[in-house]
């Protein structure tokens, strides 16, 4: 599953880099070591820069920052955040309140998944069978506001007169603010029901409650269901089969699932993906304070957690689109479209949307 993006023994001395700080080696000694990987865009000091940062050494993390000019926005936000917070351990819990994700949705990148979203949804509405009154699930609707757009968008191709919505979120703040818009944004006949809690870890009581609800016509998971690493996603996959007609994933094209902590393949990873997010956030028309937002009380917290935390302590598990097909096939769905949002700079897949039956 994993991508392999460097040789074998790239691999291991970047291991031994990180061992060096584990026992406390010189910062001019791995900055030796550094030279001699000469791996490209100065990875080699990027991966130390991280390593140091996450074992302790943040004074050394931020000297080794000052002497390599990086080009990624990862390095930019995360040392300049390094610095300002005295260390990279941050206090923060993401989507406890909707503001950094209410500052998120203004983004240039957010538009531009949304518009490739409504089509994805479009394609889908003109082929597939519906009835007037409908049930739909949405696992993470976050502020609602993709919700009420997907929503809207099927009413606006279909003639569905009634919806009966269950929102699911693990953050009440989220379900309350999704409700909300949910009841004054949907154009349509709608009954909304709330299900708090993880959709990999919903209880007795809940599971009954949604299978009292089903068969959903269709379930939204649009950047929700990554949130979980590969063991719950197929249990949650195998548990939706016996619930939903439909299923439509919204996700990041990217490999950190798999990957444990503090390899070179999660560090990679991270740093391309969440660069070009936040050179996005930042060259996006929105003020100073929501692009602070946007990143140092979400982006950047969901890139740091993934780059200090252990796999079992991770909140982001992104896996590709060629995983989420395997993993939906393998719980008896089948793969019916996947459409790419968003590419970035150099043509790699960043955002993709998939339906499925
Ligand atoms: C990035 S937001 C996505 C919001 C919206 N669906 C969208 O695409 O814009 C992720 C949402 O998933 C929720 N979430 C995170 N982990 C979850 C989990 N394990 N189970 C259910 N909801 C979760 C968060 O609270 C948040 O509302």
Request: neutral net charge; aromatic residues 8%; hydrophobic residues 40%.
């Amino acid at each position: 599953m994993s991508q392999n993006v460097f040789a074998r023994e790239e691999t291991s001395q970047l291991y031994a880099i990180r061992d060096d700080i584990k026992n406390n080696k010189s910062l001019c000694e791995l900055l030796k070591k550094c030279e001699t990987l000469n791996l490209k865009n100065d990875f080699a000091y990027l991966y130390t820069g991280i390593m140091l940062a996450s074992y302790g050494r943040t004074k050394d993390s931020l000297i080794l920052y000052n002497s390599v000019k990086f080009s990624g926005g990862l390095a930019h936000e995360l040392f300049r955040y390094i610095k300002q917070n005295g260390s990279i351990q941050h206090k923060i819990t993401v989507f406890k309140t909707t503001d950094a994700y209410d500052a998120w949705v203004k983004t240039n990148l957010y538009k531009i998944e949304l518009e490739g979203t409504l089509k994805a949804i479009e394609k889908f509405i003109k082929t597939s069978a519906h009835a007037k009154e409908v049930n739909i699930m949405d696992i993470g609707p976050g502020n609602g506001k993709m919700t009420t757009q997907i929503i809207n968008h099927i009413l606006a191709f279909s003639n569905i007169k009634k919806i009966n919505l269950v929102l699911l979120d693990k953050f009440s703040a989220m379900l309350d603010m999704a409700s909300k818009t949910c009841i004054t944004d949907i154009k349509a006949n709608l009954e909304i029901s709330r299900v708090y809690g993880e959709a990999q870890h919903l209880t007795k009581i809940d599971v009954e409650k949604l299978k009292s609800s089903a068969p959903f016509w269709l379930t939204i998971c649009s950047r929700s269901i990554h949130h979980m690493p590969w063991e719950q996603k197929q249990d949650l996959l195998k548990l939706l089969r016996s619930l939903t007609q439909n299923l439509f994933i919204v996700e990041m094209e990217a490999n950190h699932d798999i990957p444990e902590k503090d390899s070179p393949e999660i560090v990679y990873s991270v740093n391309k993906r969440y660069s070009f997010i936040f050179d996005d956030i930042n060259s996006s028309s929105i003020s100073e304070k929501e692009k602070k937002s946007a990143i140092d009380e979400f982006m950047l917290i969901e890139a740091i957690m993934m780059l200090i935390k252990e796999r079992s302590e991770r909140i982001d598990y992104h896996t590709t689109a060629k995983e989420w097909e395997k993993l939906s096939t393998q719980a008896g769905f089948k793969v019916l479209n996947s459409e790419i949002l968003a590419r970035e700079h150099d043509n790699i897949v960043h955002y993709f949307a998939m339906t499925i039956k």
